[in-house]
């Protein structure tokens, strides 16, 4: 039987290697691997090429990293609820690969497929396909690294000729994934919002290591309920119910309303 458990968030995270990539799972506070995030922040591991769909804020989720000074590059689709993430883009410490949120994780699903590239309409007419567009500043607020130039095609489509631009796969050394129940085979099941990148992010790695607030025995998941199989996962670290959650912005409506 493989068992995939591991005892703690330390030893899983303990090969993650300075300049290593990864895939993080997470939307906004939702679904976030804080305790493996904590665990590599621990460790001293620096130099770190991220692929996530935002950074967390200042003091949550991956922006303990970057406030740390771990992060090199981030591959990401919405930066705005981190001002030290601003403040290091715009001062030329960090390097930003701005990428449309759909096709970012298209992106890591293709690169978890086995596909190298797709050709997608989004970002036609814009710099995501003809080049140009920051990712690195000079501290003088020059750019020091552009995006480049894509491949432009056109195909015939429903509505006549279409132009679309090609993108290429993400794959990543690994992957930090939260789930609300894993078995010790590595099967997930995510809880409803906070599926969000958590599959795609895992997919795309080599090593995937994966917290998981409940543990079970194989067969104790109902596979119709399974997300992720476990064939994509590699490492599971039960860090239980208790674990912490943030909300990035409470919303309630007015009693009476």
């Known amino acids: 039987m493989i068992d995939k458990q591991w005892a703690s968030a330390a030893e899983a995270v303990a090969d993650i290697e300075d300049g290593a990539s990864l895939a993080v799972g997470g939307f906004g506070l939702s679904g976030n691997p804080i ?22 804020v200042d003091d949550w989720g991956l922006g303990i990293l970057l406030a740390a000074r771990r992060i090199r590059k981030m591959t990401s689709s919405y930066v705005g609820e981190n001002k030290e993430f601003e403040r290091q883009f715009l001062s030329g410490e960090l390097e930003l690969e701005l990428t449309p949120q759909g096709t970012l994780a298209e992106k890591l699903r293709a690169g978890g497929a086995g596909i190298a590239a797709f050709f997608t309409q989004t970002g036609v007419g814009t710099q995501v396909a003809e080049g140009g567009l920051p990712r690195r500043y000079n501290p003088d607020g020059s750019t020091a690294v552009a ?17 679309y631009v090609l993108e290429e796969a993400i ?41 998981v607030e409940q543990l079970v025995e194989p067969g104790e998941l109902d596979p119709d ?26 919303t309630v409506t007015p009693e009476g309303v």
């Not at 129940?181 to 906070?194: E, M, Q, S, V």
């Open 35 to 56: 305790a493996l995030i904590e665990a590599l922040l621990a460790q001293g591991t620096s130099g770190l090429s991220i692929v996530s769909n935002n950074c967390g």
């Open 147 to 163: 995006s480049p130039a894509k491949d432009v095609r056109t195909f015939d489509t429903a509505e006549g000729p279409r132009e």
């Open 171 to 211: 794959t990543t050394d690994f992957a930090l994934v939260h789930a609300l129940a894993g078995d010790r085979h590595g099967n997930l099941i995510f809880n409803k919002a906070a599926r969000n990148f958590n599959p795609l992010a895992a997919m795309a790695a080599r090593i995937c290591i994966a917290q």
């Open 225 to 250: 309920r399974v997300h992720l199989p476990g064939v994509f996962v590699h490492r599971v670290v039960e860090v239980g119910t208790d674990i912490p959650k943030r909300i990035e912005r409470r």
